[in-house]
């Protein structure tokens, strides 16, 4: 009798049927008892570690349709905490040309570094965040965070001076470490490889719909100048921050945790998410065992993904794109308007730049997962930022710059979330996949403190100085991402050797599993 209909007929077997007996032999079991989180876990994956089960065990499910549930329940939440957190570090450029500069008597230098000092510590405070995250319930720490830097955005509306803004955007940085690579590791923690670059574009998109809507807001927030004896860049701060603690406190009891205590889910389809997730990445057959990944906790999985050669190479193609993201984010209302438009015009352009950006960032996301390609799609963006950088440093026209920096915003927002997607998915076994995610940020984000120092008061109308930094970037973010991609397709091809020649039949799994990425088994995406 075949495996597979013993476990049909045998309810009380490791596994049980994987159909309605497994949600019977869990009710059975904890009948009288409410489970833990911790037992939930331990549950969960014991069933989809058991013996003998394999993908096929599950083929009575709709993958499509729990993929439907885990989307509806978490990328809508997901995205309006990323836009806000974007929200709230880039309506500075809001502010500062609806007086800000001029009311806290700041010269053109000063503005630059308290744009700077934000990403120092939020750059320096992003992988200690990551780390907390895999030990602590996501549905308590994003929120958490989230209560702070609402709280210090707030708070940024009653500063008096400029080092008051300083110190505020210190702390902004701090509290606002945590969210974006938290969320950016919490994908991965939902969804396999070839699907995460679309949830993690929908979440990104939220940054470009954040832009749109912070001009939006901007526009009409202005309107409350002298309300309660206040100027109208000081409301934009504080109905922002209130807003962001306000949308914090509804995400700690909408936020879920990880699949296996996902209550909209049932046993069976959480131990079907839980298997997909663990087995992914590795070469299937007869020649090449399935070997889970290890996703506990240890301290040499952090140390493997700081001595990562594909990290620190992705950082490069990372900044590559992030310094034309942080220039277009925190100076393009202030380019716009020194093309010779008013305020309120230059705050309403933004709207299609970002509305646009959106837009194409699923729309290629879409295609690279159903492709199953990465570098291909990011190669094509970066070539086409370099082209509206150009347009913007060879011409003095208003018209042509305002081309120019619309075409590589287009650009640039589908080519981030892709790249965050292609090392996640090099990066196996959770730990190290969220502590090299929280390295390729930390680190990557650096490039905003540069960025926030390329557009220079002095140098406007035309920021030639600036558009000509952010295109010298790109440059090397090309090159970067061919060295991945040779290396990548050097290695695949090596194991494809040693597999041939069943080198793999000399580890165990359990090294395998210790292994990871360098596993025998495993293949880089490209």
Same mark, same amino acid.
Request: aromatic share 12%.
């Given at each position: !009798? ?14 049980? +049927? ?5 949600? $019977?032999?869990?009710?059975?079991? %904890? ?11 331990? #549950? ?15 083929? %009575?499910? =709709? ?7 885990? =989307? ?44 700077? &000092? ?34 210090? @955005? ?5 500063? #008096? ?27 991965? @923690? ?12 929908? /979440? ?7 832009? $749109? ?42 936020? /879920?945790? /990880? ?31 399935? &070997?889970?990944?290890? =996703? ?10 700081? @001595? ?8 490069? &193609? ?18 716009? *308007?020194?093309?010779?438009?008013? +305020? ?26 159903? *492709? ?18 150009? !347009?913007?440093?060879?011409? %003095? ?7 120019? &920096?619309?075409?590589?915003?287009? $650009? ?36 905003? $403190? ?8 002095? =140098? ?11 295109? +010298? ?25 040693? !597999?041939?020649?069943?080198? %793999? ?22």
């Amino acid at each position: !009798m075949e495996k597979a209909e013993v476990l049909k007929q045998d309810p009380d077997s490791p596994t049980g +049927s994987l159909n309605k007996p497994l949600a $019977a032999r869990h009710e059975h079991t %904890h009948s009288h008892s409410k489970l833990t989180k911790a037992e939930e876990i331990a #549950q969960i994956d014991a069933l989809a570690a058991a013996e003998g089960v394999t993908l096929a065990s599950f083929k %009575h499910l =709709d993958e499509k349709k729990i993929l439907r549930k885990m =989307d509806l329940r978490l990328i809508p939440m997901l995205a309006l905490l990323y836009l806000l957190s974007f929200l709230d570090r880039g309506n500075i450029g809001n502010a500062k040309i609806e007086g800000l500069t001029e009311d806290l008597h700041m010269t053109g230098p000063q503005y630059n570094w308290c744009l700077t &000092v934000f990403f120092f510590t939020y750059s320096a405070f992003e992988v200690p965040s990551n780390l907390l995250l895999k030990k602590l319930r996501p549905s308590i720490w994003l929120p958490t965070i989230m209560v702070c830097w609402g709280t210090v @955005m707030t708070l940024m509306g009653i500063v #008096q001076s400029y080092h008051g803004l300083l110190i505020a955007r210190i702390f902004l940085g701090v509290t606002e470490a945590g969210l974006f690579p938290g969320v950016a590791y919490y994908i991965t @923690m939902w969804y396999c490889r070839h699907e995460a670059q679309l949830r993690q574009a929908l /979440f990104f998109s939220a940054a470009s719909i954040a832009g $749109a809507f912070s001009g939006l807001l901007a526009y009409g927030i202005a309107h409350m100048d002298g309300v309660g004896g206040l100027a109208g860049w000081r409301w934009i701060f504080i109905l922002e921050g209130i807003l962001t603690v306000l949308v914090a406190i509804l995400a700690y009891f909408i936020l /879920f945790d /990880f699949p296996e205590t996902a209550s909209f889910l049932t046993p069976e389809e959480r131990a079907f998410v839980v298997y997909r997730l663990k087995y992914q990445g590795q070469v299937q057959g007869h020649t090449a065992p399935q &070997v889970a990944q290890d =996703d506990q906790f240890r301290w040499k999985y952090v140390k493997s993904a700081f @001595m990562d050669w594909q990290i620190w190479v992705n950082i490069w &193609v990372y900044w590559g794109i992030v310094c034309p993201l942080y220039g277009i984010s925190l100076f393009l209302p202030t380019i716009i *308007k020194a093309l010779g438009y008013q +305020s309120s015009t230059a705050q309403l352009l933004t709207v299609p730049i970002y509305i646009t950006a959106a837009v194409l960032a699923i729309g290629v996301a879409y295609l690279s997962d159903r *492709k199953g390609k990465r570098s291909p799609f990011i190669l094509v963006c970066l070539c086409i930022m370099a082209v509206g950088f150009i !347009m913007c440093i060879s011409s %003095h026209k208003p018209g042509v710059i305002y081309a120019g &920096v619309f075409i590589a915003a287009c $650009a640039l927002y589908p080519a981030f979330p892709g790249n965050i997607t292609w090392l996640s998915n090099n990066l196996a076994g959770s730990t190290k996949r969220a502590t090299g995610q929280a390295i390729q940020i930390a680190i990557g984000n650096l490039a905003g $403190a540069m960025a926030s120092n390329f557009y220079r008061s002095k =140098d406007a109308p035309h920021y030639i100085l600036g558009h000509a930094l952010e295109l +010298s970037f790109i440059g090397v973010g090309i090159i970067a991402l061919i060295i991945l991609v040779i290396n990548y397709r050097r290695i695949n091809a090596k194991r494809d050797r040693q !597999m041939a020649g069943g080198m %793999h039949n000399g580890y165990t799994p359990e090294e395998m599993s210790a292994l990871g990425d360098r596993a025998l088994t495993f293949r880089y995406i490209l």
